[in-house]
């Protein structure tokens, strides 16, 4: 069982950063990949951005060239760097964990941008 703790939100100003941490305890085998979800009020969970094993990286077209994911190499954290943050990134953000057996989410942290 892995358990998965999100930290680093808050509120900031449109234009300014955060990093989100997501710290993995508890027995961290056959992981492919990490990624952080955002859901915003309303609307469903999606997708921002991923890391595999091999290091490669995706993101969504809505943070793409802000928002940059991490990782430690022993998946004991993840992170995602966010830059010139703007209202519509306004969400509660989920890190998930991909491994050859279960998936695993954590609890969220709340991220809200004022214009």
């Known amino acids: 069982q892995v358990q998965l703790v999100e930290s680093g939100g808050g509120l900031v100003q449109a234009g300014g950063s955060l990093r989100l941490s997501c710290k993995a305890s508890?027995?961290?085998?056959?992981?492919?990949?990490m990624a952080w979800y955002r859901q915003a009020p309303g609307k469903e969970r999606e997708l921002a951005a991923s890391?595999?094993?091999?290091?490669?990286?995706s993101y969504s077209d809505s943070v793409k060239g802000r928002f940059s994911i991490s990782r430690d190499k022993n998946w004991f954290y993840s992170y995602l760097q966010m830059d010139n943050l703007k209202p519509e990134d306004t969400a509660v953000y989920f890190c998930?964990?991909?491994?050859?057996?279960?998936?695993?989410w954590g609890q969220g942290t709340q991220v809200t941008v004022s214009s």
């Open positions: 998930k964990m991909v491994t050859r057996g279960p998936q695993y």
């Open positions: 890391i595999t094993a091999g290091g490669s990286t």
């Open positions: 508890g027995r961290i085998t056959g992981v492919v990949a």
